[in-house]
């Protein structure tokens, strides 16, 4: 990575986020992630992720179109989502795939990644303590059931995940499922409204 921060990566959806509080937040795991994850593609394979999305910063692309879509979606009138439960959504949507090729960046996406990127989180103490319990449940159970129905691991096919549930996980798993279509190009050049 150049002389950025890592959070500078993410400065335009850090701005969708209204509450300080979960800003700062967002902002210390977002300085968690792993080098590697600004540098990968979405796709370790390229089959499954749309072409803005692969190549070298793809998986920081695919998270910034995720993000993109969660706040598009969330304009529609029948979400009912306050502000604080939109700004954890986000946050759950910045670092949902952090560590999506493990903690020792192994060659391929790890079946798994959604627990580890839970497990890396919730291991920094001073993070966990900067949200109260209910406000945390949303962002880390939201990473963890961000697949949706892709809950079996590609070679085992052991069930190593949970399906989605209430209405922020599956909220968050369709804004990542919709960043993650092929049919689906993202315009990263048109701005987003904060409204």
């Known amino acids: ?23 700062f937040f967002a902002e210390g795991a977002i300085e968690m992630l792993p ?12 089959k ?3 072409a803005y999305s692969l190549g070298n910063g793809g998986l920081l ?14 304009r529609l009138d029948w979400w ?11 946050t759950a949507l910045l670092v949902h795939d952090g560590w999506k090729s493990g903690e ?6 790890i079946t798994e990644h959604p627990l580890v990127a839970r497990k890396m989180l919730e291991s920094n103490a001073n993070l966990m303590e900067m949200l109260p319990q209910d406000q945390l449940d949303i962002v880390l159970n939201g990473i963890t059931h961000h697949m949706g129905q892709w809950v079996f691991d590609y070679k085992t096919k052991e069930k190593v995940l ?8 599956k909220f968050i798993h369709l804004a990542d499922y919709l960043a993650s279509r092929k049919c689906l190009e993202m315009n990263f050049d048109v701005e987003l409204s904060k409204s």
């Not at 990575?1 to 800003?23: V, W």
């Not at 020792?104 to 996406?109: A, L």
């Not at 949970?162 to 996980?169: A, G, H, I, N, S």
């Open 1 to 23: 990575m150049d002389n950025k921060t890592k959070r500078d990566n993410f400065q335009k959806e850090l701005e969708f986020i209204k509450s300080p509080t979960i800003k």
């Open 35 to 46: 080098d590697y994850f600004f540098e990968i593609p979405a796709s370790s394979t390229g």
């Open 48 to 50: 499954y992720h749309p």
């Open 61 to 74: 692309r695919h998270t910034r179109a995720a993000i993109r879509i969660a706040v598009e979606l969330s």
């Open 80 to 90: 009912h989502f306050t502000d604080d439960e939109m700004d954890l959504m986000i």
């Open 104 to 109: 020792n960046h192994e060659k391929f996406t």
């Open 162 to 169: 949970d399906r989605p549930e209430t209405k922020f996980e």
